[in-house]
T-cell receptor
């Protein structure tokens, strides 16, 4: 089945710097890769997603890149702000279409 | 955000008791899911349903049961057979299971504590 690994587990950045989170997946049939942000005590919310026929997608300060050959995808956050502090989860579809989630990255943005 | 509700927000259970967590959605989504979240382990799939009257086991179904009698509702029962039920439970829904239709919308969660 699909296995999604996410690194790092924690990431501390200074406000204004960039943050990068990386995920790898195992199922070559995966075709949808969403990223979710979860603030403390709240529900996960979709922040950006990418389909397998696209290599990169950008939405303001957030971008996601996908390398299908290497089976990895990354989340890039530029000009980080304190409100970016949260847990971020990557996910990939398995052969049945279900999402398999990574273990999460705790991002802390320090002023 | 809106469209998926879970109740209760907090739930306390004594050992040996079954409890049922509620999940309702008004997004007209066919697919619904239950996840368990433990610290440092991400989201693990318990059960999912693609359509009314049909559901499938996820990765950690042991000790749990579900029903899907209505499109809008997907209740989860945590039985006494679940050895370590204390966790944060999240319900989600999506249009379907194909590609981008898998964009999942989450409920606010239920925090279950076994006393």
């Amino acid at each position: 089945g699909e296995n999604v690994e996410q690194h790092p587990s924690t990431l501390s950045v200074q406000e204004g710097d960039s943050a990068v989170i990386k995920c790898t997946y195992s199922d070559s049939a995966s075709n949808y890769f969403p990223w979710y942000k979860q603030e403390l005590g709240k529900r996960p919310q979709l922040i950006i997603d990418i389909r397998s026929n696209v290599g990169e997608k950008k939405d303001q300060r957030i971008a996601v890149t996908l390398n299908k050959t290497a089976k990895h995808f990354s989340l890039h956050i530029t000009e980080t702000q304190p409100e970016d502090s949260a847990v971020y989860f990557c996910a990939a579809t398995d052969s049945w279409g279900k999402l398999q989630f990574g273990a999460g990255t705790q991002v802390v943005v320090t002023p | 955000d809106g469209g998926i509700t879970q109740s209760p927000k907090y739930l306390f259970r004594k050992e040996g008791q079954n409890v049922t967590l509620s999940c309702e959605q008004n997004l007209n989504h066919d697919a619904m899911y239950w996840y368990r979240q433990d610290p440092g382990q991400g989201l693990r799939l318990i059960y999912y349903s693609q359509i009314v009257n049909d559901f499938q086991k996820g990765d950690i179904a042991e000790g749990y049961s579900v029903s899907r009698e209505k499109k809008e509702s997907f209740p989860l029962t945590v039985t006494s057979a679940q050895k370590n039920p204390t966790a944060f439970y999240l319900c989600a829904s999506s249009i379907g299971l194909a590609g981008v239709y898998n964009e999942q919308f989450f409920g606010p969660g239920t925090r279950l504590t076994v006393l």
